[in-house]
């Protein structure tokens, strides 16, 4: 629960500005029955009901699952696997995922899950990072210093693809495959802004996970030159009494086939 915290406060700093406009993306919500993918701590699902939806949350983490049902009690949050999702078929007019795609090992079958929970001409939104040659700052910022000062080659697995829909063409594919039909595609600019660099490793830990996992398992003396050289890099960037990087997002909306 400390860890789903330290999420929140630090990586939804960055996600909560996304909430508005992929609610908006889904139309009205109103007396829908609503479901919130990769819930995370339940923001998403709780700005849902608020807009009047029957809303839903599921999430494979346990912390994660508690601290949602604790901030939104009116909301059913549960544990499980977004990749099979523990719901009947057509249970839901609109569904969401924000920013869950990167944690997907298996990101079709994700997508046919949700479409399998949906209605007939039900709506789907999703939310996914933007990579570094699309403005993503902060991920070729920690990726360029490690590779500087240690390895990234520490005999960890690889992990998912952490933007598989860099490209707009593959993202209507996948969708497309899945049984939806896209209806829009367009960047979300979002902002991280913060007054200490030592927030840099704060970030990386409690809300990147294979790279909080590298990061770890460098040697001790690595770890340091590493740590250092994000402090200098990180106020190398500081305007105005402010340290910030860009987060832009790919925002997509479809429906249901």
């Given amino acids: 629960v400390e860890r789903a915290g330290r999420y929140r406060d630090l990586f939804g700093t960055i996600t909560s500005q996304a909430i508005e406009p992929l609610l908006e993306a889904l139309g009205n919500l109103d007396r829908t029955d609503f479901l919130d993918i990769a819930c995370s701590t339940g923001d998403l699902a709780g700005a849902a009901a608020r807009r009047g939806a029957h809303a839903h949350g599921v999430d494979f983490a346990d912390a994660m699952v508690t601290n949602a049902r604790a901030k939104y009690p009116d909301v059913e949050f549960r544990v499980g696997d977004a990749q099979d999702l523990p719901y009947e078929e057509a249970s839901f007019d609109a569904v969401a995922c924000a920013f869950g795609v990167p944690h ?3 990101l079709e ?3 046919r899950s949700a479409r399998r929970v949906l209605r007939s001409g039900g709506r789907f939104a999703l939310t996914t990072w933007c990579g570094p040659q ?19 080659d520490v005999g960890l697995p690889e992990p998912p693809p952490m933007f598989p829909f860099a490209d707009s063409d593959e993202c ?3 969708l497309a495959a899945a049984g939806f039909d896209v209806a829009a595609v367009r960047v979300l600019d979002l902002v991280w802004s913060f007054f200490s660099a030592r927030a840099i490793p704060e970030m990386i830990d409690s809300s ?3 790279m909080s996992r590298v990061l770890r398992l460098q040697r001790p003396e690595v770890r340091d030159r590493i740590a250092r ?20 997002a ?3 909306a479809a429906t249901a086939c």
């Fill in 109 to 111: 079958r994700a997508l």
């Fill in 229 to 248: 050289a994000m402090d200098a890099a990180g106020e190398a960037r500081r305007q105005g009494g402010k340290i910030a990087f860009r987060f832009p």
């Fill in 134 to 152: 699309h403005g993503g700052e902060f991920f070729a910022f920690v990726d360029d210093i490690i590779r500087e000062h240690g390895t990234l």
């Fill in 250 to 252: 790919l925002l997509v």
């Fill in 208 to 210: 990147m996970v294979w």
């Fill in 104 to 106: 997907f090992a298996d």
């Fill in 172 to 174: 209507r594919r996948c």
